[in-house]
């Protein structure tokens, strides 16, 4: 499978205002919400916490109301990307653009939807644990590439996905909001359509579920 998750591609993404018009922030926000109560991570944490994959940024309102002592950083491949960071949450935490190999050493990294994207995503999971006390990874779980409604998606996960990773693996999985679904959404979209379904003795649709690989 081709991957088509390049820099030129998030660049071009992220500087049209693509991202913003598939409701991105409002996925990467509600992600965001849906795991911090997943995360192992005490509400007077004062480290340092890099978002590895941060996107627009999105997620830093949530993590700065959930640790508000923590020293929050963002990182993305997309250069396009950590302007606009800067510009709107650049009063909360710093930025910077790079790979795997420029992530600076931290006390807790999290890439929440971002290695289904990667290709070498065991490797690049390596390269970060070094940099990190504990690293926190959450993609999807189990996802059939084959029917993915996104074709970013390169990879798929179980529990066993990430054992060359050197260290202790906790996992869990849990339900989460769909790509780019606020509770309205959820409403209208899955919840009167599964009565429908329902009604209709059609399989109803579930939630996505999330799977969190916690490597200390």
């Not at 992600?31 to 997620?59: E, M, P, Y």
Request: include cysteine.
């Amino acid at each position: 499978m081709k991957n088509i998750n390049t820099k030129k591609y998030w660049d071009e993404r992220f500087s049209s205002g693509d991202w913003e018009d598939k409701k991105g922030g409002l996925q990467t926000e509600g992600f965001a919400i849906s795991q911090i109560k997943h995360l192992d991570i005490k509400k007077n944490f004062s480290g340092t916490l890099l978002d590895f994959g941060c996107g627009l940024g999105d997620a830093f309102t949530v993590y700065k109301k959930a640790y508000p002592k923590g020293k929050l950083i963002g990182m993305d491949i997309s250069e396009e990307a950590i302007k606009k960071c800067q510009k709107h949450f650049g009063n909360i935490a710093s930025f910077i653009s790079g790979t795997e190999i420029d992530a600076p050493d931290v006390d807790i990294i999290i890439s929440s939807n971002v290695f289904e994207h990667l290709s070498n995503d065991v490797v690049i999971a390596k390269e970060l644990k070094k940099r990190c006390k504990e690293l926190y990874i959450i993609v999807p779980y189990n996802e059939n590439l084959s029917h993915s409604v996104c074709s970013e998606h390169v990879n798929s996960y179980d529990k066993h996905s990430f054992d060359e990773v050197s260290g202790k693996i906790d996992i869990k999985i849990f339900r989460s909001k769909g790509w780019g679904e606020s509770n309205k959404d959820l409403f209208f979209k899955v919840y009167l359509k599964n009565i429908a379904r329902f009604l209709l003795r059609k399989k109803v649709r579930k939630k996505v579920q999330q799977i969190m690989f916690r490597i200390q």
